[in-house]
């Protein structure tokens, strides 16, 4: 298993078609920006879309930019839209994504990485702190975690 970058790869429509294999919401919200070229647009020109990868499998993946669903906010980088495929839950896949998340922020130079979630006892898993709750772009309460690089 590797981490790859969707913008880094040469094949984006086959992974762009994995992404769509995706059986949540926020996956297909996140598909049809990639598709429609409206990411960047959406959390930042820097946005990158890491996927854990198993030769041509998709097992998870998630996004890395400057803001997510939290806007307004100061706070900066964020990772967003983390997915694991059912079949490869319970072996810490999405532990993968975020220690390269945390890798890239750490050679950005960054302290601190923010979530936006509804969960809780996932992301504490990885290290993670409840930072506050704050309402996300539609109006909705949401948990947002951080964790010190």
């Known amino acids: 298993m590797n981490v790859i970058e969707y913008f880094g790869t040469d094949d984006r429509e086959y992974w762009l078609s994995k ?7 926020a996956g297909k919200f996140l598909h ?7 990411l960047k ?8 879309v890491l996927m854990l ?4 499998e998709l097992i998870s993946f998630c996004t890395f930019a400057e803001k997510d669903d939290i806007q307004p906010t100061e706070l900066t980088p964020w990772i967003g839209w983390l997915y694991t ?16 998340a945390e890798a890239l922020a750490k050679s950005d130079g960054v302290k601190s990485i923010y979530i936006s979630t509804n969960h809780e006892g996932l992301y504490e898993k990885y290290g993670y702190a409840f930072f506050d ?4 772009i539609d109006g909705e309460d949401s948990r947002v975690y951080v964790k010190r690089i």
């Open 53 to 56: 990868v198993d030769g041509e």
């Open 85 to 100: 495929f059912p079949k490869y839950r319970g072996h810490r896949c999405a532990g993968k994504l975020l220690s390269h």
């Open 133 to 136: 709750t704050m309402k996300d």
């Open 41 to 48: 647009k959406a959390v930042g020109d820097n946005a990158r």
């Open 32 to 38: 049809k920006l990639l598709k429609n070229h409206e």
């Open 19 to 25: 992404i769509e294999e995706c059986d949540w919401g």
